[in-house]
C-alpha cells in the first residue's frame, strides 16, 4: 500500500490486489518506527497520521523474575520521533487507502486472491486472480510480489526460500487494559519456559505466548488453563484478567520463521517485504523492513516503469540497496532466536542480559540498540524531490 502510495504520487499507474475482503485482522504486526514516521514526515502526512488513535512506546524491555532491562531506549533517540506509534494496521492502512483515493490511476481491489503468474518468453507480465465474479488476468510491466510470509507469488515465481532459522510459534490474545495500568513499553517477560510479550494498545493489552515450533496441536489438546497459569506467574499484574481468556478461539497463531530468497526478482517480477523475508517479531521489525523495501523500489523503479519498461538491473539494485540490511538484521535475529529457545530449555537468559548490561554501561554503542530497532542498519529514504509530490 505504502509503495502504490508512492507511485500513484509520481504518476505511475498501479494496482493493488488483496485477497481479503478489507484490511481488518485480529493480530498483525502493529509498530511504526521512527524511518516510517520520518518517511510519513517527507510525504507531509505525520500530522494527520498521528492524529489517530495510536499509543507511544518509548522503550523495549526484557523482564525476568530478577530485574529488569531496557533493551532499546527510543527515548534517547536524536531524531524527531523518540518512540515506536502503536497503530492498529487496520487504521494505518486505511489511512493510506484515503491517501490513495485522489488518484485515478491507482486502484486498489479487495477479495482478489493471486493465484498464478502470466509469463512470456521466461519474464512475467503479470497475475491471474480469483474474485467473487470468477478468475481475471491483469497485466503490467512489473509485478511486486508483497503478499506476506506465505506469498504465493514467491511460490508460483519459483524463487527458492532460504530457511535460516526453524523459528518458533506465537499465540496471539488480547486482554482489556486498565487506566491505571503502566505503559510505554513493548515488554519481554523471559526466564519461564515460555516467554511473553506484551504491547500497549490504548484499550487493550496484545499478549504473544511463546510456544515451540510445531507444538500447536499439543497446546490445543491442554486448551487455555496451562496459558492462563503461565499468564499470572510470569505477569502478576495481569493476573485479574487472566479468567478472560477462556475460550482457545481467542488464540491466533503466527508461526514464525526467519528466512528470505537467495534472489528477489525475476524479469518483470520482484518480491518485497515478508514475501522475500520473513523476519521474527523480535524487535518489531517487519512492517519498517517491508516499508524500506517500498522506499527503494519508488527510488530505483519510479522513472523505468514511467518510461514502461523495467531493466532487470533497476529490479538488482532494489535488492543491493535492501538485502544486505535485512540480511544483518536477520542475523541478529537468529541470535536471539536461539536464546528463546535456550529459555524453553528451562535456563534463563543469563547471557543476553550480561550482554545488554555491558552495551548500555558504554556511552558510544547505548543507544545501538534502539537505533537499529527505530531505522535498521542504515534507513532507505526517499531520493531528494519527493517533497514536492
Ligand atoms: C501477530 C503478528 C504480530 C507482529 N508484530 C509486529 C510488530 O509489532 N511490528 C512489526 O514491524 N512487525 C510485526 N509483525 C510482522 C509484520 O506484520 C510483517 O513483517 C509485515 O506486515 C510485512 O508486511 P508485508 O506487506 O510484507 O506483508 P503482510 O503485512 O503480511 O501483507 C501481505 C498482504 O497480502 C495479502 N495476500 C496474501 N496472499 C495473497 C494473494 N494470494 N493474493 C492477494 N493478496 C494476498 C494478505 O491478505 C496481506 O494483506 C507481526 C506479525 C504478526 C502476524
Not at 18 to 25: G, I
Not at 45 to 54: F, I, N, P, S, V
Not at 154 to 167: M, N, Q, T, V, Y
Request: charged share 20%.
Amino acid at each position: 500500500m505504502v509503495l502504490a502510495l508512492l507511485w500513484a504520487r509520481r504518476g505511475v499507474p498501479v494496482t493493488v490486489l488483496e485477497s481479503a475482503s478489507n484490511f481488518d485482522r485480529a493480530f498483525r504486526g502493529d509498530t511504526l518506527h521512527p524511518a516510517t514516521l520520518e518517511l510519513m514526515d517527507t510525504l507531509g502526512l505525520t500530522g494527520r497520521l498521528l492524529a489517530l488513535q495510536h499509543t507511544r512506546a518509548t522503550c523495549a524491555r526484557f523482564i525476568t523474575p530478577q530485574r529488569t532491562q531496557v533493551v532499546a531506549d527510543f527515548a534517547g533517540l536524536r531524531g524527531r520521533y523518540r518512540y515506536l506509534a502503536v497503530m492498529a494496521q487496520v487504521r494505518f492502512l486505511s489511512f493510506i487507502q484515503e491517501e490513495l483515493a485522489p488518484y485515478p490511476h491507482a486502484r486498489v481491489i479487495f477479495g482478489a486472491r493471486v493465484e498464478g503468474l502470466l509469463e512470456e518468453a521466461g519474464a512475467v507480465v503479470g497475475v491471474r486472480y480469483r474474485h467473487a465474479g470468477g478468475v481475471s488476468e491483469l497485466r503490467a510491466a512489473l509485478t511486486v510480489g508483497a503478499d506476506g510470509r506465505r506469498s504465493r507469488v514467491r511460490a508460483a515465481s519459483g524463487l527458492p526460500l532460504l530457511r535460516l532459522s526453524p523459528g518458533q510459534d506465537v499465540l496471539w490474545f488480547a486482554l482489556p487494559r486498565r487506566e491505571t495500568d503502566a505503559g510505554g513499553s513493548i515488554d519481554l517477560y523471559l526466564g519461564g519456559p515460555h516467554c511473553l510479550v506484551t504491547t500497549d494498545h490504548g484499550e487493550r493489552w496484545q499478549v504473544g505466548y511463546s510456544i515451540e515450533k510445531g507444538s500447536y496441536a499439543r497446546h490445543r489438546e491442554r486448551g487455555v488453563e496451562p496459558i492462563r497459569r503461565a499468564l499470572c506467574e510470569t505477569i502478576p499484574w495481569l493476573a485479574d484478567r487472566a479468567p478472560l481468556l477462556s475460550e482457545w478461539r481467542q488464540l491466533h497463531l503466527l508461526s514464525v520463521e526467519v528466512a528470505r530468497v537467495r534472489r528477489w526478482y525475476r524479469p518483470g517480477l520482484l518480491l518485497i517485504g515478508d514475501a522475500a523475508h520473513p523476519v521474527s517479531p523480535i524487535g518489531g521489525l517487519g512492517i519498517n523492513l517491508a516499508i524500506q523495501d517500498a522506499v527503494a523500489c519508488a527510488n530505483r523503479l519510479t522513472a523505468p516503469l514511467l518510461r514502461g519498461q523495467v531493466p532487470l538491473r533497476a529490479l538488482a539494485r532494489v535488492q543491493r540497496d535492501r538485502a544486505w540490511q535485512v540480511a544483518l538484521l536477520q542475523a541478529q535475529q537468529v541470535v536471539e532466536e536461539r536464546e528463546v529457545v535456550t529459555v524453553h530449555g528451562g535456563s534463563t537468559l543469563h547471557l543476553p542480559m550480561r550482554g545488554l548490561r555491558l552495551l548500555h554501561r558504554i556511552p558510544g554503542l547505548r543507544r545501538l540498540p534502539a537505533y537499529l530497532t527505530a531505522y535498521g542498519v542504515r534507513p532507505t529514504r526517499l531520493a531528494p524531490g519527493w517533497e514536492d509530490t
